[in-house]
């Protein structure tokens, strides 16, 4: 049972994050936050999925290194679920430039670089469904309301 103001999205643990063991410490941010987890799955990603997931970037000096880089070893592909959870995913990943990041983000906490940086979120301004479509099928996502609902969220942020 999916709440009526929850959200989703995706998170993809890169492959320097699996390269280095960080799968572990990524999730614990999610979870202790609150989010709940209704998809995971390891996926060695190709180019074809690649060319779809950073289409936007497909013109640009990067992009090949950006394949590359992304296709080098496994992904873990999740997605997060709650209230507000788009926006407090991206909190937790951090901003892009891993050097710039805030301590206590992902980001922030583990990485110095701008391509290699653990983690990918869905930003909010594009369409986190689109992203979850690419990379799941209806049938491999869960909805659940987690046991602790009541003491994460506030009554006026229950209310449907």
Do not use: C, W
């Amino acid at each position: 049972m999916k709440h009526p103001r929850a959200e989703r999205t995706l998170v993809l643990v890169k492959p320097d994050a699996m390269q280095r063991g960080l799968l572990g410490e990524i999730i614990k941010r999610f979870e202790q936050k609150g989010l709940k987890i209704v998809g995971m799955k390891m996926m060695q990603l190709d180019r074809d999925i690649l060319a779809k997931h950073y289409a936007k970037h497909a013109d640009r000096p990067f992009f090949e290194s950006l394949v590359k880089s992304m296709s080098y070893s496994p992904v873990v592909a999740m997605v997060v679920s709650g209230i507000r959870a788009i926006g407090a995913v991206r909190i937790i990943v951090g901003p892009t430039k891993g050097y710039e990041a805030p301590a206590g983000s992902i980001r922030g906490d583990l990485s110095m670089s701008t391509q290699s940086n653990l983690a990918h979120a869905s930003d909010p301004e594009e369409d986190p469904e689109a992203e979850i479509a690419l990379f799941f099928k209806p049938e491999e996502l869960f909805e659940y309301i987690p046991i602790d609902f009541e003491i994460l969220y506030g009554d006026e942020e229950r209310a449907a």
